[in-house]
């Protein structure tokens, strides 16, 4: 959805800075990686086996997942915010000590850049230069396939990797080898319900079918196929296990986190054809969407899975039962990363909008 900007003069936003020691320090700092070496790396979380108790194991590697997600996109938001203000910054003439983060505070990087530029475009603005933008700003979809693997770790009764049986049969695709019955992107060597591109000596299918074929696929096979699935995927609705709240709310964010989103879109004119103007709008067209990007898609759109996250690991430690010394130390680890995170992404938000908000672009 396309929102217009006013031609305007650009108001002061008071920064409001969520301030607090970071103990972090790369992903997940010396500390937590000790507690917990799960929470770092790339591994495959969901197959961990953190705790003897098989409940507790769902609910702690699950978490785990959401709580390294998390931290992921909390950094790559400040860091993406904090390039597209320090550009500007750079564009409109400051200097990198000007730029610099004072303190290591979660956001400070991204804070200290974004609150100099637009502290900078304020002094523009004020010398009667008025601009125009316009946002279409980033829509994004969850990672249904994500969220039915995590779903699958949670039921310990089911291969974490059982992702047919988690979809709903008219959103599941994947290379089938067997019989597929459904539509087939490829070769279909069968019998075609539409039209086929080609016929063997007995009528049967051996090109492209338009419409379902129930035969072997040489491609991607949708709905069904009697035999064996490979790389299966959701395209749509997924049918969830039944499990238990803390794992159902982890694996919900965790598929948020990793959402696939569209850019962000933005126009920007001018109304002076002065050398200020021009370097300003210049500068704006180049890294508003990045800027934007990081506040909505990567900020404001999780606000609600982060506080789900943080939720979980207050609640993990009352429900988990024994989860053993290191199922403990992992949730008190993963716990701490994600207060940090999302301290981080209140702060970038913040910072973002300070420069989003002075030219007509924040999303609110």
Excluded at 277 to 293: D, S, Y
Aim: charged fraction near 15%.
């Amino acid at each position: 959805m396309k929102r217009t900007g006013n031609w305007l003069s650009v108001f002061g936003l008071a920064v409001v800075a969520m301030g607090a020691p970071s103990c972090q320090g790369g992903r997940f700092g010396g500390l937590g990686g000790l507690a917990c070496p799960y929470l770092v790396g790339e591994g495959n979380l969901l197959s961990a086996q953190i705790s003897a108790n098989a409940r507790a194991n769902a609910k702690i590697r699950t978490f785990l997942v959401a709580v390294r997600d998390l931290n992921h996109v909390s950094m790559q938001m400040e860091a993406q915010a904090a390039k597209a203000c320090s550009n500007i910054g750079r564009d409109l003439g400051l200097t990198e000590a000007q730029l610099a983060p004072r303190g290591n505070n979660p956001g400070a990087l991204a804070q200290s850049a974004c609150n100099a530029a637009a502290m900078q475009i304020d002094g523009i603005m004020r010398q009667g230069i008025q601009i125009r933008v316009q946002v279409t700003p980033p829509q994004c979809q969850a990672n249904i396939s994500a969220k039915a693997s995590c779903d699958a770790a949670c039921n310990v009764e089911i291969d974490p990797g059982e992702i047919v049986a988690r979809c709903e049969p008219a959103y599941l695709s994947g290379t089938c080898q067997g019989r597929c019955s459904g539509q087939c992107e490829g070769t279909c060597q069968g019998q075609c319900q539409g039209t086929c591109t080609a016929h063997d000596a007995q009528g049967n299918c051996v090109g492209q079918c338009q419409g379902t074929c129930s035969g072997t696929c040489g491609g991607t096979c949708h709905v069904q196929c009697d035999g064996q699935w490979q790389a299966p995927h959701c395209e749509g609705s997924v049918r969830p296990p039944s499990v238990d709240a803390e794992c159902n709310a982890s694996c919900s964010a965790h598929a948020d986190f990793n959402a696939s989103c569209t850019p962000a879109q933005v126009q920007v004119e001018g109304m002076q054809n002065v050398d200020l103007a021009m370097r300003l709008v210049a500068t704006l067209r180049a890294n508003l969407p990045g800027l934007l990007q990081a506040e909505i898609a990567l900020g404001r759109r999780l606000v609600g899975g982060v506080r789900t996250v943080v939720n979980v690991g207050v609640q993990l430690p009352r429900v988990v039962g024994d989860a053993g010394a290191e199922g403990m130390a992992c949730i008190a680890a993963a716990s701490s990363a994600s207060v940090q995170a999302s301290m981080r992404i209140n702060v970038t938000i913040r910072a973002s909008a300070s420069v989003t908000g002075r030219v007509g672009a924040s999303s609110g």
